[in-house]
């Protein structure tokens, strides 16, 4: 299966079918297709970079002022976080958590229970779990650049697509870190490197929140009041419609001061490159 996801990166993103990606050869199940999104929504909220942020190019007025509201808030570390993107034992993990009666796969209650949990909305308990408090945004401007048709959904295949760019991410990832944490140079990380791993990831997330503490808690009591948290957002808003403007201007290759179709699909692709070369991760 790693053989042909492989040579899924050398594909454009209009060219990226679902063939072949499921170990039977058919379309990923719906089991695969839940433990794969979560697994994705995992990878992105363990970084501190965005990998999306050029999305802000081809968003409204609106969606901009709702990116920056959902982006307004303070970084946590996801309760799943393993700082070494190890796919595998992600997917068991999560698989673990949701097969209540431990039969190895997801039954339909089982599975209801994981899609309400990847739905959660921000600010609910569990929506921590996977990273979905201070990542939606981000999770929304993922699920934008995968609807190659831009029909406004995401079909099997596009998600497919998504979730494979993803694991291709984190594989890259994983490599990094091996490269950083791997102390005794064996090329695998045993339990102490990977502590060290999981213990600089909780430390990167932990400076990136006492940073927007130091700028924005005004009254110093450790979380951010409705008022800052206006101030927080307004300010992302302002840093978004920056962006915004920088990336219309890159991408608009007609000059109309706007991004059709065509500019923004190539705009996906670049992002989507970002993704698959693991760039922005922090
Ligand atoms: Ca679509
Ligand atoms: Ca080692
Ligand atoms: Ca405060
Ligand atoms: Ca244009």
């Given amino acids: 299966m790693k053989i042909l996801r492989k040579t899924l990166l050398t594909l454009s993103l209009t060219a990226v079918s679902v063939g072949g990606l499921a170990c039977a050869g058919g379309a990923m199940t719906e089991d695969e297709t ?111 650049v995968f609807d190659s048709n831009l029909d406004g959904t995401l079909s099997a295949d596009e998600r497919t697509a998504m979730i494979d760019a993803l694991e291709a991410r984190c594989e890259r990832i994983r490599a990094n870190v091996l490269a950083r944490f791997d102390a005794n140079g064996d090329g695998s990380l045993d339990a102490t490197e990977k502590q060290a791993a999981k213990d600089a990831l909780v430390a990167r997330l932990q400076a990136l929140r006492a940073q927007v503490l130091s700028q924005y808690d005004a009254n110093g ?55 698959i070369d693991g760039r922005d991760a922090e």
């Fill in 34 to 144: 839940l433990v794969g999104e979560a697994s994705s929504a995992l990878t992105l909220a363990e970084e501190s970079g965005d990998v999306t942020a050029d999305a802000v190019g081809a968003e409204s007025p609106a969606e901009l002022a709702s990116s920056g509201d959902e982006s307004a808030v303070l970084p946590q570390v996801p309760g799943d976080a393993d700082g070494v993107c190890d796919l595998g034992a992600r997917r068991a993990r999560v698989l673990a958590r949701y097969d209540a009666n431990g039969d190895g796969r997801l039954g339909p209650a089982e599975r209801q229970a994981l899609k309400d949990d990847l739905e959660a909305r921000v600010g609910h308990p569990v929506a921590l779990r996977f990273g979905l408090a201070h990542r939606a945004h981000v999770i929304k401007r993922v699920k934008w």
């Fill in 221 to 275: 009591n450790g979380v951010l009041d409705d008022g800052e948290r206006v101030t927080l957002k307004n300010d992302r808003i302002a840093a978004f419609q920056a962006r915004r403007a920088a990336v219309v201007a890159q991408f608009d290759v007609n000059d109309d001061g706007t991004l059709d179709d065509a500019e923004k699909t190539a705009l996906k692709q670049a992002i989507v490159q970002r993704i």
